[in-house]
Each structure stands twice: as structure tokens, then as C-alpha cells.
């Protein structure tokens, strides 16, 4: 325990999980290349959800944060989060936990529309709506 045990345990658990994480990535990107003619099956119902719907959780989560009285970089990371869920582990869970999903489906959403929406818009305008509540 303490300092040493920690010494004693970190290859273990440092190391380890950025070569899980990039086994998982690849394995990821694979699956999904195996499967990208699915990707023009998403639909515009699909990509306007991936587009609307982390706005909307953002909104909720920034009401909320402000009734709260929540800072504003808490309201900012309450909205980020709310926005864009896991990009990592829920596709990793929907995949076990409903075998029948289409993973160039949910990947597609999650890390090809809402994922740059926002980095490119989302993160920028819940920072400026958390400044504006200024609590």
C-alpha cells in the first residue's frame, strides 16, 4: 500500500490501459469498416438526431446546472457531458447488450455527427450560455 505499493502496481495499471484503449479503438474502427456501406443507410432521421438531440440535453442540463447554482465551468462540463454521453464506452456496451445493432450506425452518430458538432459548435456555445447565466 501507500507510495511503493502504488510503484509496485503501475504496469499493472498505467501502462496497460492506453494499449487497451487503442486495441479497443482498432478493433472499433475495423468493425466498423467492415460495415461502412451501411453508413448511407443512416438516414436524415438519424443525422438529425445525432445534430439536435445533444442541444437539447445541453439546454436541460444547463437549466438545471443554473438552478442549481452551479459555477460556470461546472454548468459548462454539466452541459458538455449531457451532449455527447460516452464515445467510448456506450458503443462498446450497445454492442454486447443488443448484438443485433448496427455499429456503423451508432458509431457514425456518435463520432461522426455529434461528435464534431461539439467540438466545433457545442463546446463553444455552452461555454458562452454558462458566461451569459453567469452564476
Known amino acids: 500500500s501507500g507510495e511503493k505499493g502504488g510503484e509496485a502496481m503501475a504496469p ?7 494499449g487497451f484503449l487503442a486495441f479497443f479503438l482498432l478493433e472499433m ?12 443507410d443512416v438516414g436524415p432521421f ?8 445533444p442541444f437539447v440535453n445541453a439546454a436541460a442540463a444547463l437549466a438545471i446546472g443554473w438552478a442549481l447554482g452551479l459555477t460556470v465551468g461546472d454548468l459548462t462540463l454539466l452541459a458538455v457531458l449531457a451532449s455527447s454521453g460516452s464515445y467510448i464506452v456506450v458503443p462498446a456496451v450497445v454492442r ?9 450506425r451508432y458509431f457514425t452518430l456518435a463520432l461522426g455527427i455529434t461528435f464534431p458538432i461539439n467540438i466545433a459548435i457545442g463546446i463553444p456555445l455552452y461555454y458562452a450560455i454558462a458566461s451569459a447565466l453567469g452564476t
Do not use: T
Not at 12 to 18: M, S, T, Y
Not at 29 to 40: D, I, K, N, P, S
Open 46 to 53: 438519424l443525422i438529425a438526431f445525432g445534430a439536435i438531440v
Open 96 to 104: 454486447y447488450a443488443i448484438p443485433e445493432a448496427r455499429p456503423s
Open 12 to 18: 499493472f495499471v498505467n501502462g496497460v490501459f492506453k
Open 29 to 40: 474502427g475495423l468493425l466498423v469498416a467492415r460495415q461502412l456501406r451501411e453508413v448511407r
